[in-house]
């Protein structure tokens, strides 16, 4: 990757955590967003019933962050297949042999 790649990923990654933070701030500091929890909640346990007839989750009585973290480490086991070896391995920086002290 060159320097404006690096610069582009950094910037991503920094919108999405500030995103992701705002978020959070909301859900979990505000009145407001306490109400949007318990509905969401609602809303889970009524879907849960759903996936599970449909096939999609394997247990009714899962609960949502178990769902998210296995399908995360699903993402997660997949891309580390699909990475070429070559790309896993390579150094980010190449070290230099030194001679100072051959021979000494």
């Given at each position: 990757?060159?320097?404006?790649?690096?610069?582009?990923?950094f910037l991503t990654g920094f919108t999405v955590g500030m995103?992701?933070?705002?978020?959070?701030?909301?859900?979990f500091?505000?009145?407001?967003?306490?109400?949007?929890?318990?509905?969401?909640s609602q809303e889970w346990d009524s879907a849960k019933l759903q996936l599970f007839t449909q096939g999609h989750i394997d247990n009714p009585q899962a609960k949502l962050g178990d769902i998210v973290r296995d399908f995360m480490n699903s993402l997660t086991v997949e891309a580390s297949k699909s990475t070429p070896k070559s790309a896993k391995s390579k150094p980010a920086v190449k070290a230099k042999s030194s001679n100072k002290f051959k021979n000494s």
């Amino acid at each position: 990757m060159n320097e404006s790649q690096d610069q582009g990923s950094f910037l991503t990654g920094f919108t999405v955590g500030m995103l992701a933070g705002a978020a959070g701030l909301f859900l979990f500091g505000t009145k407001d967003g306490s109400k949007i929890r318990k509905q969401l909640s609602q809303e889970w346990d009524s879907a849960k019933l759903q996936l599970f007839t449909q096939g999609h989750i394997d247990n009714p009585q899962a609960k949502l962050g178990d769902i998210v973290r296995d399908f995360m480490n699903s993402l997660t086991v997949e891309a580390s297949k699909s990475t070429p070896k070559s790309a896993k391995s390579k150094p980010a920086v190449k070290a230099k042999s030194s001679n100072k002290f051959k021979n000494s």
